[in-house]
């Protein structure tokens, strides 16, 4: 059994099969943390290949005190967030220019 910390010690050393196992264990979970905020399989699509993409670029920032799953949760409420914020600017740039 492979523990977080040996699975994100391998990815910073671009480990693929470490992402996948990460992969395999936890995108449920998160998929269902994202849909609870979007109810949109696009969306959510998007922002967990972000997370992933964040996780493969920089695993140190997921690891610490916590569990990984933990650190995965935050930064896909995180991500989720920044979309939003994205959205909603949008939205008002196009009531304004209009």
Not at 24 to 29: R, S, T
Not at 34 to 56: P, S
Not at 62 to 72: A, D, E, M, Q, T
């Amino acid at each position: 059994m492979t523990t977080d910390g040996q699975l994100l010690e391998r990815l910073k050393f671009r480990d693929k099969a470490a992402l996948e196992l990460i992969y395999d264990e936890y995108y449920l979970l998160l998929w269902k943390v994202c849909y609870r905020k979007f109810n949109d399989q696009a969306e959510c699509e998007r922002v967990l290949t972000e997370v992933f993409h964040q996780l493969w670029k920089c695993p140190q920032q997921f690891s610490g005190n916590k569990r990984l799953i933990f650190y995965l949760i935050e930064c896909t409420n995180s991500t989720i967030a920044s979309m939003q914020r994205k959205v909603q600017c949008q939205l008002h740039n196009e009531r304004t220019c209009s």
